[in-house]
């Protein structure tokens, strides 16, 4: 067989999918570009690290990676539901979140069915709803954030599955108590709403939604996902996890792998449960590092997008893909948003006080040296 005839075997909406495209990791940069110093703030990874308390945790579990880990995640789901006072079969584990959204596609999705989300949001999701042959509807954004009537028009007979990245990623910006409520209100009971809070631990805004309550109330149709890549400093080990009702988490355990989430993952999850301070650091580090952007974009004369989120959007009002190479050139990685339809924004990851300060530092040396222009 050859590539071409290969290439026929695939399905067809298989071949058209356009593959995401992760933060370019330190260690290539290092290697391409032969530089000693990179820094990273395109993945919105935790510049603090992994928590020292996890890490001695795992450190000790290693001894046992020769066995399989424990598929029912029994002492992480103990731990996570006395965490959120919820029943442990609310809960379903997975290796990160994306893993969640995954099952929610392979568990729901017939070849045909909608998905619908907002333009400028995860690009996983078109990506996992095009895996599955459904059709995915980004409706437009309203000032960079989710527009939830706008979505309540297009849902039809065919739709399956809402995501609501809230905050969202890349904009940072979140939709509030009021406008969920009165949009679930509305929504029909057929149809999955996923709250994807990956970034829900660095919300300072007072009239950001409590959607728990929903879950506890056994409401049969709505998801929460929570990861710890973001505030834990875990993104590595991929664990993340779901809150729904039981009949659905029922539905999920039944198309997951056996042993999702692995052995080490299971138990630096627990251990970093556990590391309040770790986490509080994690929040007042994004807090601060927010301001810190913004002073500087607001010097600089750059637009950006007040974030709720461990990263924020800027308008750097030339091609932010030219740009981005540009910066990479002196080791600094951040992440253009032209592939989330945002031609002109870069999108930067909350550091430490020092990273902020060297991009920074570079981003005018780049912008002033003329190298790239409007
Ligand atoms: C909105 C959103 N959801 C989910 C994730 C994935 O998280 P995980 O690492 O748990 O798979 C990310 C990661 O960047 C994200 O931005």
Redesign the pocket.
Known sequence: MNLAEMKKLFKDYVQEIVPYEPGKPIEEVERELGLLRVTKLA??ENPLGPSRRALRAMRAALRRVHLYPDGGAYELKKRLSQEYSLPADQLVVGN????I?ELLARGFLNEGDRVISSEHS?L?YPLIAKTCGASYVPVPMRDFRYDLKGILNQIDERTKIIFI?NP??PTGTYVTAQEVEDFLSKVPKDVVVCF?E??VDFVEAKDFPYLLFHVKANKPNVVL?R????SFGL?GL???YGMASGEMVRYLEKIRQPFNVNRIAQIGACAALDDRLFLWRSKRLVARGRLYLYRKFEQMGLNYVPSEANFVLVDVKRDARTLAQALLKYGMIVRAMNAYGLDTHLRVTIGTRFELMRFIRILKRVLRKGEINP
Not at 96 to 99: F, R
């Open positions: 993945s919105n990160g979140s994306n893993e959204i995860f996983v990245a969202n990623n994807d990956a970034y996902l990861t710890f890549s973001k993104a991929r664990v993340g």
